[in-house]
């Protein structure tokens, strides 16, 4: 099992900075992918960034140049670094990982962005 708890999220104004993070802990040394979805009200949960298993990362269109993901080595504290944030950034942002086998999911942590 694995138990991920996010925190950083909050309101902030178009064109601000968030950094939010996710706290990994019990069998973290099997995972082998790890990212942020967000899912806001009315749509679906999408993929905002992941670093896939080969240790590369994948960004959703929308964030790309704006977003920055990042981890420890230990795989125990994932981040996601939030820059020129949009309004239609506003979501739940999730912590998400998996094992190959697994998958598990953070409670999320709201991010707003609005004037």
């Known amino acids: 099992q694995v138990q991920l708890v996010e925190s950083g999220g909050g309101l902030v104004q178009p064109g601000g900075s968030l950094r939010l993070s996710c706290a990994a802990s019990?069998?973290?040394?099997?995972?082998?992918?790890m990212g942020w979805y967000r899912q806001a009200p009315g749509k679906q949960r999408e993929l905002v960034a992941a670093?896939?298993?080969?240790?590369?990362?994948n960004y959703a269109d929308s964030v790309k140049g704006r977003f920055t993901i990042s981890r420890n080595n230990a795989k125990s504290s994932l981040y996601l670094q939030m820059n020129s944030l949009k309004s239609e950034d506003t979501a739940v942002y999730l912590c998400?990982?998996?094992?190959?086998?697994?998958?598990?999911w953070g409670q999320g942590t709201q991010v707003s962005v609005s004037s």
């Open positions: 998400y990982a998996g094992d190959g086998l697994f998958d598990f």
């Open positions: 019990g069998s973290i040394a099997a995972l082998n992918t």
């Open positions: 670093f896939t298993r080969d240790g590369g990362t």
